[in-house]
């Protein structure tokens, strides 16, 4: 807790997840509060992956709903770091005026746990395919030939129905369960993925990831991601990905260190955290 005057101030770290826009802000939340090493309270608007987030190194998670609901919480003078869309100009003006430190991440900040840029050992696995923690129209059922004759493993998501698992299963012979991201990350050479984070986290860890743009999905990273010469893929074009995939090892991916540490190294700095 930061000590100001005769109170203490408490530091919150509000982020936005569902079934239909995923994990990716909570993944990187997760490598920012590890990160800070400081006490920080996770605020999720679901109250699942608040259930969850001791396993991913967060120790204080709650779940709160809504961005609203913040303030049930989190109380004047108090430090909010905001990862969402949620709220109104209005909004943000009266949580500026309401805590003490008020950050609001853009949605193209960097961010990657250290266990990924830490990686050391080889690939196992050669390709991987993560639509994302989130389907709930069953798109990937739906666009299945675009990935089907490479026979991938296949990453499952947080968010994917019971029913819908089991028919995904039945047509992948190997499969990740959702607590084996990590691993995932860290075994798979070539991962083709519509999470931006899985993009960023592969990378990291030494992989050569491919971006499928989701219709759904913000596209705040696009020009990042052409800076770190990551190969980028509409409409699920079949043809546009066996196209990158000849050439893939010998493509020269960019360097993402320097970029997650800023974003790490201006919130400890936001914060005035030694």
Avoid: W
């Amino acid at each position: 807790m930061n000590y100001q005057g005769n109170e203490y101030s408490k530091t919150y770290y509000y982020v936005h997840t569902g079934h239909r826009i995923g994990l990716d802000r909570f993944r990187r939340a997760s490598a920012i509060i590890k990160s800070l090493n400081a006490d920080i309270t996770l605020l999720s608007s679901d109250y699942r992956i608040a259930q969850v987030a001791y396993k991913y190194g967060i120790e204080k998670a709650v779940g709160v709903d809504v961005v609203r609901n913040i303030p049930q919480i989190a109380k004047n003078g108090d430090n909010l770091i905001l990862d969402s869309d949620e709220a109104n100009p209005i909004m943000l003006e009266d949580m500026k005026q309401y805590f003490s430190t008020f950050l609001h991440l853009k949605n193209d900040s960097v961010a990657v746990d250290e266990q990924f840029f830490n990686a050391k050992d080889e690939k196992t696995v050669k390709l991987t395919y993560f639509f994302g923690d989130d389907d709930y129209e069953k798109d990937l059922e739906k666009n299945i030939d675009f990935i089907a004759e490479l026979k991938p493993h296949l990453q499952l998501g947080f968010y994917y129905f019971l029913d819908y698992e089991d028919a995904l299963r039945e047509k992948f012979e190997n499969c990740y369960d959702f607590e084996e991201y990590e691993e995932m990350i860290l075994e798979t050479e070539v991962l083709i993925t519509c999470s931006p984070q899985a993009v960023l986290d592969s990378l990291a860890s030494g992989g050569k990831p491919i971006y499928v743009k989701r219709e759904d999905y913000i596209h705040d990273m696009d020009e990042l991601f052409k800076e770190l010469n990551i190969p980028i893929i509409l409409n699920y074009n079949k043809s546009d990905l066996n196209v990158i995939l000849k050439s893939i090892f010998k493509r020269k991916y960019g360097d993402l260190a320097d970029k997650s540490n800023i974003t790490k190294k201006n919130i400890k700095e936001e914060l005035n955290l030694n």
